[in-house]
Antibody, heavy 116, light 109 residues
Framework: QVQLVQFGAEVKKPGASVRVSCKASGYTFTGYYMHWVRQAPGQGLEWMGWINPNSGSTNYAQKFEGRVTMTRDTSISTAYMELSRLRSDDTAVYYC?????????WGQGTLVTVSS | EIVLTQSPGTLSLSPGERATLSCRASQTVTSSYLAWFQQKPGQAPRLLIYAASNRATGVPDRFSGSGSGTDFTLTISRLEPEDFAVYYCQQYGTSAGWTFGQGTKVEIK
């Protein structure tokens, strides 16, 4: 069965960077785009961008251009999202989401807390 | 960017009642690219409906989606206790990326 596994939590200081991982299993990793979506505490969902795991091409939301980098390692079926120059308002749960005709499978999320 | 506006913000209903949730887009959304999600506290969103009216695998048939153009609806025919949650609509069909509505909370009256 399709699974997207993310690890639990990260605590970072303002100005630092964080890299969130998403390990895929149960399907051909390179066959489906992977998106990243975040959700601040008590807030709605915000799209950050996608990566094509086959080619490595990316498309980022304008809001995050220059601060976000999405990469992948096809040998271990893992996608990564790195966000730099963290601010307190980057505190959120970060989800990876597979797209197949629609956003069908979501990871369980990684809580990133930015605090001094 | 397509802006999605959901209404109402909160819906207070009793189990067994019918729930009707609205999602209005600022410009036409290709019907193939409108989805609905359910989210419970501490959980990731769960896909309910894709392409405006197609139920995702394993979704009970009390959930149905309809609409086209700029107006879309999610209907829950008879609310079960496990249906009380927050619901989001989403468009995923443009090169500009995904956008989400702000959510509708369905709470127990």
């Amino acid at each position: 069965q399709v699974q997207l596994v993310q690890f639990g939590a990260e605590v970072k200081k303002p100005g630092a960077s964080v890299r969130v991982s998403c390990k895929a299993s149960g399907y051909t990793f390179t066959g489906y785009y992977m998106h990243w979506v975040r959700q601040a505490p008590g807030q709605g969902l915000e799209w950050m961008g996608w990566i094509n795991p086959n080619s490595g091409s990316t498309n980022y939301a304008q809001k995050f251009e220059g601060r976000v980098t999405m990469t992948r390692d096809t040998s271990i079926s893992t996608a990564y999202m790195e966000l730099s120059r963290l601010r307190s308002d980057d505190t959120a749960v970060y989800y990876c989401v597979r797209e197949y005709r629609s956003p069908d499978y979501w990871g369980q999320g990684t809580l990133v807390t930015v605090s001094s | 960017e397509i802006v999605l506006t959901q209404s109402p913000g909160t819906l207070s209903l009793s189990p067994g009642e019918r729930a009707t949730l609205s999602c209005r887009a600022s410009q036409t959304v290709t019907s193939s690219y409108l989805a609905w999600f359910q989210q419970k506290p501490g959980q990731a969103p769960r896909l309910l409906i894709y392409a405006a009216s197609n139920r995702a695998t394993g979704v009970p048939d009390r959930f149905s989606g309809s609409g086209s153009g700029t107006d879309f609806t999610l209907t829950i025919s008879r609310l079960e206790p496990e249906d009380f949650a927050v619901y989001y609509c989403q468009q995923y069909g443009t090169s500009a990326g995904w956008t989400f509505g702000q959510g509708t909370k369905v709470e127990i009256k």
